[in-house]
Protein backbone atom coordinates (compact mmCIF):
# COMPACT_ATOMS: atom_id res chain seq x y z
CA UNK A 1 0.00 0.00 0.00
CA UNK A 2 1.29 3.53 -0.80
CA UNK A 3 1.60 5.62 1.97
CA UNK A 4 0.75 8.80 0.54
CA UNK A 5 -2.66 8.06 -1.05
CA UNK A 6 -3.59 5.13 1.41
CA UNK A 7 -5.00 3.11 -1.33
CA UNK A 8 -3.87 -0.16 -3.25
CA UNK A 9 -2.12 0.77 -6.54
CA UNK A 10 -4.76 -2.13 -7.94
CA UNK A 11 -7.81 0.39 -6.72
CA UNK A 12 -5.69 3.13 -8.30
CA UNK A 13 -5.42 1.39 -11.66
CA UNK A 14 -9.30 0.35 -11.70
CA UNK A 15 -9.95 4.30 -10.73
CA UNK A 16 -7.46 5.50 -13.17
CA UNK A 17 -9.35 3.44 -16.31
CA UNK A 18 -12.48 4.89 -14.91
CA UNK A 19 -11.25 8.25 -14.50
CA UNK A 20 -10.25 8.00 -17.77
CA UNK A 21 -13.89 6.73 -19.18
CA UNK A 22 -15.26 9.67 -17.83
CA UNK A 23 -12.86 12.56 -18.66
CA UNK A 24 -13.72 11.56 -21.97
CA UNK A 25 -17.49 12.16 -21.19
CA UNK A 26 -16.70 15.82 -19.97
CA UNK A 27 -16.65 15.22 -16.12
CA UNK A 28 -13.10 16.31 -16.19
CA UNK A 29 -12.96 18.27 -12.54
CA UNK A 30 -14.58 15.72 -10.75
CA UNK A 31 -11.95 13.18 -12.11
CA UNK A 32 -8.74 14.78 -11.40
CA UNK A 33 -8.47 13.82 -7.86
CA UNK A 34 -8.15 9.51 -9.35
CA UNK A 35 -5.35 11.07 -11.70
CA UNK A 36 -3.70 12.78 -8.54
CA UNK A 37 -3.72 9.41 -7.09
CA UNK A 38 -2.06 7.61 -9.87
CA UNK A 39 0.48 9.97 -10.12
CA UNK A 40 1.93 9.53 -6.69
CA UNK A 41 0.87 5.54 -6.79
CA UNK A 42 2.88 5.42 -10.10
CA UNK A 43 5.17 8.37 -10.76
CA UNK A 44 7.54 6.91 -13.94
CA UNK A 45 4.13 6.60 -15.81
CA UNK A 46 2.79 8.35 -18.03
CA UNK A 47 -0.74 8.01 -17.22
CA UNK A 48 -1.74 10.52 -15.48
CA UNK A 49 -0.30 13.26 -17.53
CA UNK A 50 -2.66 11.14 -20.42
CA UNK A 51 -5.83 11.69 -17.67
CA UNK A 52 -4.90 15.34 -17.19
CA UNK A 53 -4.35 16.29 -21.25
CA UNK A 54 -7.97 14.43 -21.09
CA UNK A 55 -9.25 16.65 -19.22
CA UNK A 56 -7.71 19.60 -21.50
CA UNK A 57 -8.99 17.99 -24.45
CA UNK A 58 -12.83 17.34 -23.24
CA UNK A 59 -13.28 21.31 -22.23
CA UNK A 60 -11.64 22.16 -25.93
CA UNK A 61 -7.96 23.45 -24.34
CA UNK A 62 -5.98 21.75 -26.91
CA UNK A 63 -2.85 23.86 -26.15
CA UNK A 64 -3.11 22.51 -22.71
CA UNK A 65 -3.06 18.99 -23.51
CA UNK A 66 -0.38 19.30 -25.97
CA UNK A 67 1.73 21.61 -23.16
CA UNK A 68 0.95 18.67 -20.75
CA UNK A 69 1.89 15.88 -22.59
CA UNK A 70 5.07 17.39 -23.99
CA UNK A 71 6.08 18.20 -20.87
CA UNK A 72 5.20 15.08 -18.41
CA UNK A 73 4.26 12.78 -20.35
CA UNK A 74 5.90 11.47 -23.54
CA UNK A 75 9.13 11.95 -21.43
CA UNK A 76 8.11 9.00 -18.93
CA UNK A 77 9.83 5.78 -18.62
CA UNK A 78 6.56 3.86 -18.90
CA UNK A 79 3.71 4.51 -21.62
CA UNK A 80 5.41 7.69 -23.31
CA UNK A 81 4.19 6.05 -26.70
CA UNK A 82 0.47 6.13 -25.71
CA UNK A 83 1.22 9.70 -24.46
CA UNK A 84 2.39 10.64 -27.81
CA UNK A 85 -0.30 9.26 -29.23
CA UNK A 86 -2.90 11.63 -27.27
CA UNK A 87 -0.36 13.84 -28.31
CA UNK A 88 -0.41 13.15 -32.02
CA UNK A 89 -4.43 13.33 -31.36
CA UNK A 90 -4.37 16.94 -29.70
CA UNK A 91 -2.30 18.30 -32.65
CA UNK A 92 -4.61 17.56 -34.84
CA UNK A 93 -7.72 18.66 -32.69
CA UNK A 94 -5.74 21.71 -32.62
CA UNK A 95 -5.00 22.08 -36.68
CA UNK A 96 -1.26 21.85 -35.60
CA UNK A 97 -1.14 19.83 -38.74
CA UNK A 98 2.53 19.83 -39.59
CA UNK A 99 3.20 19.02 -35.85
CA UNK A 100 0.82 16.36 -36.24
CA UNK A 101 2.09 14.54 -39.59
CA UNK A 102 6.04 14.70 -37.75
CA UNK A 103 5.32 13.02 -35.22
CA UNK A 104 2.85 10.59 -37.08
CA UNK A 105 6.26 9.73 -38.92
CA UNK A 106 8.08 9.20 -35.75
CA UNK A 107 5.13 7.43 -34.33
CA UNK A 108 5.50 4.64 -37.51
CA UNK A 109 9.41 4.76 -36.95
CA UNK A 110 9.18 3.53 -33.57
CA UNK A 111 6.61 0.90 -34.25
CA UNK A 112 8.90 -0.64 -37.16
CA UNK A 113 11.96 -0.87 -34.47
CA UNK A 114 9.86 -2.12 -31.85
CA UNK A 115 9.73 -5.90 -33.99
CA UNK A 116 5.93 -5.88 -33.38
CA UNK A 117 6.46 -5.50 -29.16
CA UNK A 118 3.24 -4.84 -27.72
CA UNK A 119 2.58 -1.57 -26.15
CA UNK A 120 0.19 -2.93 -23.62
CA UNK A 121 3.21 -5.43 -22.28
CA UNK A 122 3.43 -5.40 -18.96
CA UNK A 123 6.27 -2.92 -17.51
CA UNK A 124 7.92 -4.25 -14.44
CA UNK A 125 7.64 -0.95 -12.28
CA UNK A 126 3.89 -1.55 -12.58
CA UNK A 127 2.24 -4.13 -14.93
CA UNK A 128 -0.05 -3.89 -17.69
CA UNK A 129 -0.89 -0.34 -18.83
CA UNK A 130 -4.34 0.82 -18.04
CA UNK A 131 -6.56 0.63 -20.29
CA UNK A 132 -5.67 -2.26 -21.57
CA UNK A 133 -7.72 -4.25 -20.31
CA UNK A 134 -4.79 -7.11 -18.94
CA UNK A 135 -4.85 -6.62 -15.55
Partial sequence: MNKKTLVEPQTVKLLYEIGLSAASRGFGEQTRPIFDAFQQCFPNHAGSSIGY?????SRGDYES???MLKTHGVNKPVCAQEAKGLLLVAYNMAGRTAEAQN?????MHGTIEQNDMSLTQPHPDMGPMPGSGLY
Fill in 103 to 107: LQKEL
Fill in 65 to 67: AIS
Fill in 53 to 57: AMIDL
